[in-house]
C-alpha cells in the first residue's frame, strides 16, 4: 500500500488505509464493503478515522460555490486559424491559381531587389545583375582592372579619411591633457605659496614669543642681582 | 437531442467550429469550479478557465480519443493551475485571506431560505475549509477538491493526474487526515 508520508501521527496502522476511503466514498463492492464493515468490528483505529473523516467531508460540503456569473469564454482564433478558414472557402483551382500568383510575385520583388533586369535582346532575353550608383544598370564592359583600380581608390580614400579621423582625435586628446597637467601645476603652486606663507607666519610667531621670553629673562636677573657690593653695576 | 462530447468534437475537426461553445457550455462550470477551488481567486479561476478551453480548441486535433474528453480537459484546467501557483509562488499562500476584488462573494452559495445565524455559521465553516484547503500541498488539495466537488470516481481522478488509483487513494487518506488535524487546530482558535 502506498502511503505517503504526511508529517502527522496516525494511530490507524492496520494497513486498511486504501479500503477505508473506498468504503467512505462508497466505490467499495459489495464483498469489499463487507469485508471492511467485518473489520471496522474490531479496529478501533478505522473506526475512529471513519468517524473523523465523516466530519471533514461535512465540512468540506459547507463551501459550495453560490451563484456565479457565467465565465466569459472567448475562443480567440489565432490569424493562422482564420486565414486556413479563409483560403479553405475558395475552390481548389482557385487555390492554386492564387499560390502560383504569389509564388510569381514574390520572385519578381525579390529580383528587383536584387537588381535583375530582364530584356529583350536580338530576339532573346538577356538577364543581368547589380546596379551603379545612379541606379543604371553595369556596364558590361567595364574590365575586371578597372574593378580593382575602383576598389583600390576607394581604400585609399577610405583609409586618407580613417588617419585624418585618427590624428583629430589625438590632437584633441593632447589638449585636453595639456590643460588637465596645466591646472594640475597651477593648483600645486598655489598650494606651494600658501605653505611657505604659513611657515612664515609661524617663524615670525616664533622669534616674537623667543624674544619676549629672553627679554623677560633678562630683567629677571637683573633684579635678582645682589649689589651691594657694586651698586652701579658696573664693577667699579 | 443531446450530442456526446466526441460527436461535437468530430463535428468542431470536421470543420464546424461553432460547435465546440456546446462543450465549452458543458464543461466550464465543472473547470471553473476546479480552478477556483484550486486557485482561490476569481478572477485567476476565470483566466484559467479562458486558458484551458483555448488550449483545448487550438489542440483538439491532438486529442486522441483514448482517453475521456472531461479527463483531458480536467488535466489541462490543473496543469494551468499549478503554472499559475508556480508563477505566483508564495503571493499564493497570501492569497488565502484575499477577497475578490470586485466584491463579490464568489466563494459561498446562496442560503436560500436559511436563516442568518444559521448563514453565517455556514459561512464561518465554508471559510474554516477553505484556508485548511489551502493549507494542503497541491497534489493533495486537487485529489481532494476532484473528489469531494467534482464527485469525480477514483479512476478518473487516476486517469487525469495519470498515476495508480492506490496513489490517488493514499493522497486522499492523507489529505483528509491533514485537512481533520487543522480543522480541529483552527477551531481550537476560534
Same mark, same amino acid.
Not at chain 2, 469531494?148 to 469525480?152: A, N, Q, S
Given at each position: 500500500m502506498n502511503n505517503e508520508k504526511n508529517g502527522f501521527d496516525s494511530l490507524n496502522d492496520c494497513g486498511r488505509k486504501e479500503d477505508l476511503v473506498t468504503y467512505l466514498y462508497g466505490e467499495a463492492h459489495a464483498t469489499e464493503r463487507a469485508l471492511f464493515e467485518s473489520h471496522l468490528d474490531y479496529c478501533d483505529g478505522c473506526r475512529n478515522e471513519l468517524t473523523t473523516f465523516g466530519r471533514v467531508r461535512r465540512d468540506l460540503g459547507a463551501w459550495q460555490l453560490g451563484q456565479v456569473a457565467r465565465p466569459e469564454i472567448v475562443l480567440r482564433r489565432s490569424r493562422l486559424d482564420l486565414l486556413r478558414e479563409l483560403v479553405g472557402m475558395f475552390p481548389a483551382w482557385a487555390r492554386g491559381a492564387a499560390f502560383v500568383g504569389v509564388a510569381a510575385a514574390v520572385l519578381l520583388v525579390s529580383l528587383s531587389f536584387a537588381g535583375t533586369r530582364i530584356s529583350l535582346k536580338d530576339g532573346g532575353f538577356v538577364v543581368s545583375f547589380g546596379q551603379t550608383n545612379n541606379g543604371s544598370p553595369l556596364d558590361p564592359a567595364v574590365s575586371s582592372e578597372e574593378v580593382g583600380r575602383l576598389v583600390q581608390n576607394a581604400v585609399a580614400e577610405e583609409r586618407e579619411k580613417m588617419e585624418e579621423r585618427y590624428n583629430a582625435r589625438l590632437a584633441s586628446f593632447k589638449d585636453q591633457l595639456d590643460a588637465e597637467h596645466q591646472a594640475e601645476l597651477q593648483a600645486a603652486r598655489a598650494e606651494q605659496q600658501e605653505q611657505l606663507k604659513a611657515a612664515r607666519v609661524t617663524l615670525q610667531q616664533e622669534m616674537r614669543r623667543f624674544n619676549r621670553q629672553n627679554t623677560s629673562a633678562e630683567i629677571r636677573a637683573f633684579f635678582a642681582r645682589d649689589d651691594s657690593s657694586d651698586p652701579w653695576g658696573d664693577g667699579r | 437531442m443531446e450530442f456526446s462530447d466526441d460527436q461535437i468534437i468530430e463535428r468542431t475537426l470536421a470543420g464546424e467550429t461553432d460547435a465546440f461553445s456546446l462543450l465549452v457550455r458543458r464543461w466550464e462550470r465543472p473547470i471553473y469550479g476546479l480552478s477556483l477551488r484550486m486557485l482561490g481567486r476569481d478572477e485567476d479561476a476565470r483566466d484559467v478557465c479562458q486558458e484551458t478551453f483555448l488550449a483545448a480548441f487550438r489542440n483538439l486535433g491532438k486529442f486522441?480519443?483514448?482517453?475521456k474528453f472531461s479527463s483531458w480537459l480536467y488535466r489541462i484546467a490543473l496543469n494551468a493551475c499549478h503554472s499559475r501557483l508556480r508563477r505566483q509562488g508564495a503571493m499564493a499562500e497570501q492569497s488565502i485571506d484575499h477577497e475578490d476584488d470586485s466584491g463579490r462573494k464568489f466563494e459561498i452559495a446562496d442560503g436560500g431560505l436559511e436563516g442568518l445565524p444559521e448563514r453565517l455559521q455556514r459561512d464561518q465553516r465554508a471559510e474554516l475549509v477553505r484556508k485548511a484547503l489551502y493549507a494542503l500541498p497541491a497534489e493533495m488539495r486537487q485529489v481532494i477538491i476532484m473528489k469531494?466537488? !467534482? !464527485?469525480?470516481t477514483f479512476a478518473e481522478i487516476a486517469e487525469i493526474l495519470q498515476v495508480p488509483v492506490s496513489t490517488v487513494k493514499s493522497r486522499l487518506y492523507t489529505g483528509l487526515q491533514q485537512m481533520g488535524a487543522r480543522l480541529e487546530k483552527m477551531r481550537g482558535i476560534l
Open positions: - | 486522441r480519443g483514448d482517453a469531494e466537488y !467534482e !464527485e469525480l
